[in-house]
């Protein structure tokens, strides 16, 4: 379980770090959760485990962040709803595109993971 919770931690700062390169960003969760899941060392089974973690590392701040800045503009009159409105929904999107995607990666490097190993 410690590798797991370590994988799951450096897919996190590598998905993070990926972020902000402009042309990697779109796979971001995908490698970092494919370095999680190599990291884990694990079969199907270990990488769906640290893929979830990872999700979970990811989801608690991006919701944290969306729900604070959607209580800041709330009392504006009609900008503070559609604002408040559109972070939710965004912070869900992204949330999803995390968590699919970086599941898929950890998956795919446990089970190559798995064979290096053999």
């Given amino acids: ?21 402009p042309a990697v960003n779109a796979i971001a969760p995908l490698l970092g959760g494919f370095l999680a899941g190599y990291y884990a060392e694990g079969d199907f089974e270990g990488g769906l485990k ?23 503009f709330i009392g504006a009159p009609v900008i503070g709803t559609l604002v408040a409105a559109s972070t939710s ?22 089970i190559l993971g798995e064979k290096k190993v053999n």
């Avoid at 379980?1 to 590598?14: D, E, P, Q």
């Avoid at 912070?91 to 490097?109: M, Q, R």
Wanted: net charge positive.
């Fill in 50 to 72: 640290t893929g979830v973690l990872m999700t979970i590392f990811m989801v608690i701040p991006g919701i944290l962040l969306g729900g604070m800045l959607g209580s800041m």
């Fill in 1 to 21: 379980m410690a590798r797991v919770l370590t994988g799951a931690l450096i897919g996190v700062a590598c998905t993070v770090i990926f972020y902000f390169i």
């Fill in 89 to 110: 929904i965004l912070t869900l999107i992204i949330v999803a595109h995390t968590a699919v995607i970086g599941i898929i990666g950890s998956v795919l490097g446990a």
